[in-house]
């Protein structure tokens, strides 16, 4: 295990830590920190990045160190040093920019105090004389391996701003003029300022990033063009960026006011410094030589200067082995939790009408899981949030590290959810995924669903599952990885006999005749309460013997005891509620999406009581458009008195069967589960 410390602990040491262990661990060395070397304040996006790098002291057993920052040594640090009790097999190999012999003598000497030996001090002044930044701790170094360009792919260009203003003149027009080339990819790498002012403006649709949103190695291995702006180099992360990009062969374009790059003898083009000229400028000199370039790069005698393999050759290190391929490629679904397992239920769906052979995995939370295996598909346990964990983010950084696990380069992840967690948007980047997102619309205007959608340019195929009418079909981003399918919904047989085949087990399971059977699904309790509409329908229905009423719940289902007193109601736990509903002679549901379209495809009268919360879609304008074709009716939360009229009506009157009629006659698009398995199957790159 290849211990990765640095001199001192603060903000910039661990981003310089972070950096060097990725590159070894990319490199295929067991490599870890110190998670006491953990500073304070440490956001969100490390966080993840070092999720898989952290180990704790006592379970690190060395086999060599690397000190990077050895011209600053703090005590702290040489007390750790000392901890590790390092034998003398062990090799410890410290790099520092060093003022002077002295400096260089003083941190070997310190060095040798607390180790008891010599290190090996590598003085990196010596090998980058001209160094991008002459004070980094990162030692800027990077594995020298050229590739292809541009990759069997359209050509990534990476724009950092640097130190531009947002709101210069014409400054955003540019970047979306850039965005819509089609010679290119465009993402643009922005200070948390810069990125909040562009999500705030009309070109929110922009594909921008933070700098630490990703590791300098995945930002170098997910783009061809490099272009940086502004005055000198914004920070460590971004020259090794750049560094890293220039040792694969990739092409960096220098616009800095100070010529920050060039200077240091590096192989960067010299771009123009007005982002206004560089849309000529790259598609006229940059993107179509990009072959020409990388093989000028790569003889550049400056590649010796930033050679990872010194350091690891310093540290005894093997070289790293060729990486084993994958014995097949899979696609890996993975629903979020909603309560009533909706996302759960269009994945398996659509997993269902994948061509045969197909390899089939899921990824999912307990909830889900039951489900999923019943479908017969493999499923790997995710975690669910709790507020017993320390940070609101714990469940999904394991979920970060479990995906890892079962994923690889060439795999396919689809995602189907509202909101793309980190986790999904770190492992489809950091393995090159290629990744499809199933994305249900109806949103709420919130900034929950604008964070969301900034996300979406990770994804190669979006694929929207459409409403059942037109006028619900919003449209909130463009472009050829959109593509709009038919409802996709979960066909379940329809027949007289089945139903009364039902309805007859139904009367032997629960010991009971009845007329009239009325299955509510209202949802768990955690996206709205529906508590006390559930009392107010088992007391009402408590008056009507001839009635037997069924409450659906699903697993980790918030469920009051006292329903359970009810002398005509019955709570059932079921993955199978389609078929209930199917031998219903009316349904009272939530105006999800699943819920909605299969009572709209099975034709089964509904009242619909519609979920609110931030964070999901308009259950009310859905259920409105149905209630408007005469289809349902539809009652809001707080509207009980309606609610009691309603169901009289479908017990007492001719709503029921009104519905039944209209149902039967309305004009349904044709379902989208075929056409969204193809889309997932399909090679994009052909398409």
């Not at 211990?3 to 661990?25: E, K, M, P, W």
């Not at 969100?44 to 990077?68: C, G, K, M, N, Q």
């Not at 000198?232 to 890293?244: C, D, V």
């Amino acid at each position: 295990m290849i211990v990765i410390s640095a001199g001192t602990r603060n903000l910039r040491s661990y981003d310089a830590q972070l950096v060097f262990a990725t590159q070894l661990a990319e490199r295929g060395h067991d490599v870890c920190i110190d998670a006491a070397s953990l500073p304070e304040g440490t956001r969100r996006s490390r966080t993840y990045e070092a999720a898989s790098l952290l180990v704790d002291r006592a379970d690190i057993s060395p086999t060599a160190v690397f000190v990077l920052g050895a011209d600053e040594l703090d005590d702290p640090f040489l007390s750790t040093l000392w901890e590790y009790g390092l034998g003398s097999e062990v090799p410890v190999v410290a790099t520092g920019r060093f003022e002077d012999q002295q400096a260089y003598l003083a941190a070997k000497a310190k060095l040798a105090f607390s180790l008891g030996r010599e290190a090996e001090v590598i003085d990196l002044c010596q090998s980058q004389p001209r160094a991008m930044l002459p004070k980094a701790v990162n030692p800027l170094v990077a594995a020298r391996a050229p590739r292809a360009r541009p990759m069997g792919r359209t050509p990534v260009v990476t724009v950092a701003l640097g130190s531009l203003e947002t709101d210069e003149e014409a400054l955003l027009p540019h970047l979306s003029r850039l965005n819509n080339r089609k010679e290119f990819r465009l993402q643009v790498i922005a200070s948390g300022k810069q990125k909040e002012q562009i999500k705030s403006t009309a070109y929110r649709d922009l594909p921008v990033l933070h700098l630490t949103e990703l590791s300098p190695v995945t930002f170098a291995h997910r783009s061809d063009v490099f272009v940086l702006f502004g005055q000198g180099i914004a920070g460590e992360r971004m020259a090794s960026f750049a560094i890293n990009l220039m040792a694969a062969g990739g092409a960096v374009v220098d616009c800095t006011e100070n010529r920050a790059i060039v200077e240091t003898g590096a192989p960067a083009l010299r771009g123009p410094e007005s982002l206004m000229a560089l849309e000529n400028y790259l598609c006229g000199t940059v993107v179509k030589s990009l072959g020409q370039i990388g093989e000028q790069v790569a003889h550049s005698p400056w590649q010796r200067s930033i050679d990872i393999a010194r350091l690891e050759s310093a540290a005894g290190l093997p070289p790293p082995e060729p990486k084993a391929e994958p014995p097949h490629r899979k696609v890996v679904f993975f629903p979020t939790n909603g309560v009533g397992l909706g996302h759960a239920q269009r994945a398996t769906v659509v997993a269902e009408a994948l061509p045969t052979g197909t390899d089939v995995t899921f990824a999912a939370f307990p909830s889900c899981i039951p489900m999923i295996l019943r479908r017969g598909f493999d499923c790997l346990p995710l975690v669910s949030r709790s507020d017993s964990h320390e940070t609101p983010i714990a469940n999904d950084i394991l979920t970060y590290r479990r995906l890892q696990q079962v994923l690889y380069p060439g795999d396919r992840l689809v995602f189907d959810g509202g909101y793309v967690f980190d986790s999904v948007f770190r492992t489809i980047q950091e393995m090159d995924l290629s990744a499809a997102w199933i994305r249900r619309g109806l949103w709420p205007d919130s900034p929950s669903a604008r964070i969301a959608l900034d996300r979406e340019h990770v994804f190669d195929r979006v694929i929207v599952p459409s409403e059942a009418f037109e006028e619900l079909n919003d449209h909130y981003s463009f472009g050829n990885r959109i593509r709009i399918v038919g409802p996709i919904v979960k066909q379940a047989e329809r027949s007289p006999q089945a139903r009364a085949t039902l309805r007859d087990r139904l009367q032997e399971r629960f010991g009971r005749p009845f007329d009239k059977l009325v299955v509510s699904m209202l949802g768990g309790g955690v996206a709205s309460d529906r508590a006390a509409h559930s009392q107010m329908l088992s007391a009402l229905l408590a008056e009507r013997p001839e009635c037997l009423h069924l409450i659906v719940v699903w697993p980790n289902s918030t469920v009051s005891p006292t329903l359970h007193n009810w002398p005509n109601t019955r709570v059932v736990q079921t993955l199978e509620a389609t078929a209930l509903c199917l031998s219903a002679d009316f349904v009272i549901s939530a105006a999800g999406y699943n819920s909605v379209h299969e009572i709209l495809y099975h034709r089964i009268p509904a009242i619909f009581i519609p979920q609110s919360a931030p964070y999901l879609d308009d259950q009310t304008r859905r259920a409105r458009a149905l209630e408007e074709r005469g289809l349902c009716s539809t009652v809001e939360e707080t509207d009980f008195l309606k609610l009691e009229r309603a169901l009289r009506d479908c017990l007492d009157g001719t709503a029921a069967e009104s519905f039944r009629r209209a149902l039967e006659a309305v004009e349904l698009p044709e379902p989208g589960t075929e056409s969204a398995a193809r889309l997932i199957a399909q090679d994009w790159e052909a398409a």
